[in-house]
């Protein structure tokens, strides 16, 4: 599917459930895709990507800002406290800030550097053992927390279980931004974009709907 033809979806939803043509972003997630399609898609104009992980960033996006300046990179990975100093000079936004350890140390260095990307939490709506992010339950109060340490707190993150139903997820991401005062929604991937549009998604992540399925070698 072209990367044009996924934007005209993400439209037509927005406009079937009365949001503005715009508000949904795309974040084009190109982990472990080769530079050259990489680069084809920013030849298309698309100027948002997503990285899971900072050394691989690390290694891609400098040289391509030298050609494309306007280009915006966000982490969606999990974040190691070790590697923050590098991700607040790489990348204009986290969507991984899961726990207090990593909110301490994000702050202490915002103090420290003078700038800090736009923080998503990560919530764990399902409750999924191996999935990383603050469960439901506490999410107000690591909200509290977060915004005590003057983190710019613009949004909230999840990945819904493989195995249940999307919408539902979403829609529980949802009442936990309305009631905290929220209004950033990372929510979506290729599979279920247009599902979560329909709940208020501000910004969607896809990445082999667009690049074609990854090689991981």
């Known amino acids: 599917m072209s990367l ?15 949001r503005t043509p715009g508000s949904a972003q795309l974040i ?16 298309e104009g698309h100027r948002l ?39 607040m000079d790489l990348f204009e936004a986290i969507h991984s800030l899961d726990r207090p350890k990593l909110a301490n140390t994000l702050a202490r260095l915002a103090q420290e550097l003078g700038h800090c990307p736009d923080l998503f939490i990560q919530v764990n709506t399902g409750e999924e053992d191996q999935k990383a992010g603050v469960l439901p339950k506490d999410a107000d109060d690591f ?15 999840a ?5 249940e139903e999307a919408s539902l997820h979403f829609a529980l991401l949802r009442k936990i931004a309305e009631r905290n005062g929220i209004e950033g929604l990372s929510m979506g991937m290729s599979g279920d ?3 979560a549009i329909a709940q208020g998604a501000t ?11 990854r090689d991981y070698g």
Not at 159 to 163: E, L, Q
């Open 159 to 163: 990945i819904p279980p493989a195995d």
């Open 4 to 18: 044009s033809e996924i934007t005209a979806k993400i439209e037509k939803e927005e406009i079937r459930t009365g």
């Open 193 to 195: 974009y247009e599902r």
């Open 143 to 157: 909200i509290k927390e977060c915004r005590a340490l003057d983190l710019p707190i613009v949004g909230l993150m």
């Open 28 to 43: 084009a997630v190109s982990k472990v895709q080769p530079n050259d399609r990489v680069e084809a898609v920013l030849r």
């Open 49 to 87: 990507f997503g990285e899971n992980k900072v050394q691989e960033a690390a290694g891609k996006w400098p040289a391509f800002r030298e050609q494309f300046s306007d280009v915006k990179v966000h982490l969606l990975g999990p974040l190691q406290t070790n590697k923050a100093r590098q991700a």
């Open 203 to 213: 910004h969607v992540r896809v990445g082999s709907a667009i690049f074609g399925a």
